[in-house]
């Protein structure tokens, strides 16, 4: 009998968990089911450049996963069920329910609108390709002077604000930032993200904490009305709120609470990665919601996996930062050096080969799910029997 495996969610960390349990299981002894409602992959930190018209490479998983032994499922993920393993979703026809032994969750997460009024009425978000579709449609109607404001000055609204500045120099664009603009960056990003904002005409409202938002303009906490034909809103992410109905131990966000090894903490035959998941990193810190912690967090999850049904030596691999890389345009960046906790040092990269190297960083991202059964050498395991029938076994005494 084989071991079922159901990974739920084919962002950064779902795709690259099942690719790396392709690549670590014997395809006799398991079956590994990819769930998730789109047909090809997302280039999530790309979604900057799709909203201003750019065209991204596309990524079919059918091409991505053929002879992997990975069995993609088309389907909207509507419930999990972890007492009675099982999954609901819904596909092309109609409602169904898969069972498994194994479930890895990598649902992710979206925009957060932070119940702040208006903002789901007349805010875009560039969280996902649809909404990062959206707003393109609608940038592509604004006429020359009219008004985009990015609230938010995190990364993603930089790159955003960056990115249409660049691509419409007709738009007046603006960001506003509840803080100082790049104020977690050291002295040489912070001076060089500025020079970049002023030389692409950005008009910056910091210690902005934006309250309202309406049609034509956001509100601050401190009364200011910024004018805005189209608002773009970046202020983090909320994770998919499915979790947080099952009987997971969950933060109050909705992250699943993890061990090293992203196994659940109360249900150890599901595993979390990406945005999902709360992890703690070097200092007893939690993992960001980030690329930089879901790549990792697949390998390590897909590897404590494979151990655990194989008897092998569990993965014991610390999940560290090195640096936060920022686009600023196609011609612009900044990488920001970091500790292993993600404290910033003084050290960073700018202007050009910042650009370029933001680029590669992206590209390997998506190179690594593009061949996910590349890039390391091949050690598939058997799986002992009494492992793989033991969840059927309890399942069928239940």
Not at 240 to 247: L, M
Not at 304 to 329: D, E, H, V, W
Not at 372 to 386: F, K, N, Q, S, Y
Request: charged share 20%; aromatic share 4%; hydrophobic share 45%.
């Amino acid at each position: 009998m084989q071991h079922r495996i159901i990974v739920l969610g084919a962002g950064y960390s779902g795709a690259i968990a099942a690719g790396r349990l392709a690549k670590r299981l014997h395809r006799e002894d398991v079956a590994i089911t990819l769930v998730n409602a789109e047909p090809d992959f997302v280039e999530r930190v790309r979604m900057h450049q799709l909203a201003v018209g750019q065209e991204l490479k596309p990524r079919p998983f059918s091409e991505m996963f053929a002879g992997t032994g990975v069995e993609l499922n088309l389907a909207k993920v509507s419930g999990v069920d972890v007492d009675r393993r099982t999954v609901a979703v819904i596909d092309a026809n109609g409602a169904e329910e898969l069972e498994y032994d194994t479930l890895v969750y990598a649902l992710g997460s979206g925009w957060n609108a932070q119940g702040v009024p208006g903002t789901a009425e007349h805010a875009h978000e560039i969280a996902s390709r649809p909404g990062a579709l959206r707003l393109r449609e609608r940038l592509a109607r604004l006429a020359a002077g009219q008004t985009v404001t990015v609230v938010g000055g995190g990364l993603t609204g930089l790159e955003a604000a960056t990115e249409i500045a660049e691509a419409r120099p007709d738009l007046d664009v603006a960001l506003a930032a509840r803080g100082g603009l790049g104020d977690w960056l050291s002295p040489k990003g912070r001076g060089h993200l500025r020079k970049v904002f002023d030389k692409l005409g950005i008009a910056v409202h910091e210690h902005a904490a934006v309250t309202g938002v309406d049609a034509d303009r956001v509100t601050t906490a401190d009364g200011r009305a910024i004018p805005a034909a189209v608002t773009v809103w970046t202020t983090g992410f909320a994770v998919h709120p499915i979790a947080e109905a099952t009987a997971l131990e969950v933060t109050g966000a909705g992250q699943i609470v993890v061990d090293g090894t992203m196994r659940s903490v109360s249900h150890p035959d599901v595993y979390a990665v990406g945005d999902a998941a709360y992890a703690m990193g070097p200092g007893n810190k939690p993992l960001r919601m980030s690329c930089a912690s879901g790549t990792p967090a697949a390998w390590q999850a897909a590897d404590a996996i494979a151990a655990r049904l194989t008897g092998g030596k569990l993965p014991n691999m610390p999940i560290r930062y090195f640096n936060q890389c920022i686009s600023l345009g196609r011609k612009e960046g900044v990488i920001q050096y970091v500790t292993a906790d993600d404290r910033t040092v003084r050290a960073a990269l700018t202007g050009r080969l910042a650009a370029v190297y933001k680029e590669l960083v992206c590209k390997g991202a998506a190179w690594g799910v593009a061949n996910p059964t590349l890039g390391m050498p091949t050690r598939r395991r058997r799986v002992a029997r009494e492992r793989a029938t033991a969840g059927s076994a309890v399942k069928a005494l239940a």
